[in-house]
């Protein structure tokens, strides 16, 4: 498993397949916005996202999508609002805005969104 | 997926049909494509079929809010099927082609600008590197309102709501994107025929190109300074940002240049019409002119050529237009019986009518159908009180001289009212979608009206009715 930070750092990518993402990191999950649905009830009962971790990774179901690559761009970004695992979760300064871009061969590459695109907290 | 390609496969083939095999009873009847009154005489839909369009409204109200899997999964089925039942009611029971063909040609026209304006202002980028504070915004929103009388107000939305966005991004909030629809995606596009498309229709019949800024500016100013201050007071009171330490250098980067000349092609093409320049051809039977075909091919051009990183920078994605695409399909085609019923009720009522209840009828109905048929049916009403018939352009440039205030009411009640419902104009969905993806929650259809549009805007709006329609 690596840091957040490794994984910007290096341009470490993830995997996805079918409405499944798989990030290599592990983290508290804020809010994530996938085309125009804003998710931010990440219990056990929503029926919009399940997510779910392990050992090395995490895995990030959205079950209003069977397939990602049909629905997202590849311009467009899934957009995660954040907290590393292990920091702070009260301390703004580890909020962190992701985004995730689905790329080629069932990988995806994952970002820091602040500076390129729009994503409001 | 395959339902969604089928259905409006199958509903182009049953238009196709109905042309061949139908008795055209009201082509004959109606040799103009307006639906004024006269020619609706002839056949007069039931008022039971207004239902699928309150159905459809309805749906898309509380779609989003009570039954939003079904809804994000089914909306392009639900739209397509209620506007088929009033497509096979005109064609079975009142054998009326013409309504259908002149509604599809209208939704080509609409859906091309859109997409056109859509897909070349996503080639672009503008970055303001500036503090956002309240009077930024109220100069940016005027610098908004402003435009969207050269670009329309599509255009105009397309092109700012997301350096608006980038500019308050530490202190967004839903009402900054509201006041975004308000002034730039309709009340600003009231002072130029291409400001927003009922005017363009007015245009079209012959209303002189500069007689809406000679006779709106001075109700569109004091309209949209009202606007604009009460976005002031609300925008002062937002505090959130005020602890960002963020250094400004103030520069203003724009990107995408070969677009803005699609931006220009797309504008000059609006006035490829044979109705203004004759030399262009009319390619009448087919639904569309030259004017879509020329916004169409700027379509896969500008997306063709646009430079990726400003695309990715945009977030670029078909997905907002095909929603208006889908969405307005079954508008326009469910919205057609309700308007015939109007048009005809309007003109049946015409002498009882005053300036004020033109200005009220036009703007409610504009807030809920779309506005450029309802400006149209309300200038053939106004019309007929003086005997004159909004068909002949003479008598149309005679009306404007006889008594101006009808038209006035008429030209800004459309536009303003656009601005009361999502689905009071073409960009307001847009605006709305193109802020959702940006992880901004927008109220609901319902919520913008009860908490924005109703205590914002009405009474702004009987302000000016007060001052200039009473």
Known sequence: ????????????????????????????????VIEDDIITDFSISSRGIYIREKE?????????????????????????????????????????????????????????????????K | MLTKKILPILFFILIQCSMIFAVPENVHAAPDSVNTAVELQHALPTPWMVIPFVLLLLMIATGPIFYKHFWHHHYPKVAIVLGIITAVYYLAILQDTHSLMHTLAEYISFIALLASLFVASGGILIKVDKKATPM????????????????????????????????????????????????????????????????????????????????????????????????????????????????FTGKIEFKGFRNVVYLGVIIISVFLDPGILSWVPSLSPLPFGIREIIMMSVVFLSYKQADESILKANEF???????????????????????????????????????????????????????????????SAAMGKFGLD??????????????????????????????????????NFMVKSISERAGIEMPSFFAYMIKYSIPILIPVFTLIWWIFFH
Do not use: C
């Open chain 2, 390 to 427: 909004i068909n002949v352009k003479a008598d149309v440039i005679h009306f404007e001289t006889v008594d101006q205030v009808y038209l006035r009411a008429i030209s800004v009640a459309a536009v303003f009212f656009g601005a009361m419902t999502y689905i009071g104009n073409g960009p």
């Open chain 2, 136 to 247: 930024l915004n109220v100069l940016f929103l005027l610098f908004g309102a402003v435009i969207s009388n050269f670009i329309g107000t599509t255009g105009a939305s397309m092109l700012l709501i997301r350096p608006f966005m980038r500019i308050n991004k530490h202190r967004i909030k839903p009402y900054h994107i509201i006041f975004f629809i308000f002034i730039v995606s309709n009340v600003g596009g009231a002072l130029t025929p291409i400001g927003d498309p009922p005017l363009f229709l007015g245009f079209l019949r012959g209303v002189p190109f500069f007689w809406v800024i000679a006779n709106v500016w001075y109700i569109w100013l004091p309209a949209l300074l009202m606007v604009l201050a009460v976005f002031f007071v609300v925008d002062s009171m937002n505090k959130s940002g005020a602890d960002d330490k963020s250094e």
């Open chain 1, 56 to 120: 090395e990774f995490t895995d990030v179901y959205f079950h209003d999508y069977k397939n990602l690559k049909s629905v997202v761009s590849k311009y467009e970004a899934i957009k995660i609002l954040l907290v590393e695992k292990g920091k702070n979760i009260f301390d703004e300064k580890n909020l962190r805005k992701i985004a995730v871009y689905l790329g080629e061969n069932h990988e995806i590459t994952i970002e820091e969104s602040e500076a390129n695109i729009l994503f409001v």
């Open chain 1, 1 to 32: 498993m690596y840091l957040l930070d490794e994984v910007l750092k290096n341009k470490i990518k993830g995997l996805y397949f079918g409405n499944r993402i798989i990030l290599p990191f592990k983290a508290h999950f804020l809010k994530v």
């Open chain 2, 317 to 379: 994605d078909f997905d907002p237009i095909k929603e208006v695409a889908y969405l307005f399909i079954g508008i326009f085609l469910t919205m057609i019986p309700a308007l015939q019923l109007i048009a005809y009720e309007a003109r049946v009522f015409s002498n009882l009518l005053n300036q004020g209840t033109f200005y009220w009828s036009t703007g409610i109905l504009s807030s809920f159908l779309d506005n450029a048929p309802t400006y149209l049916n309300f200038l």
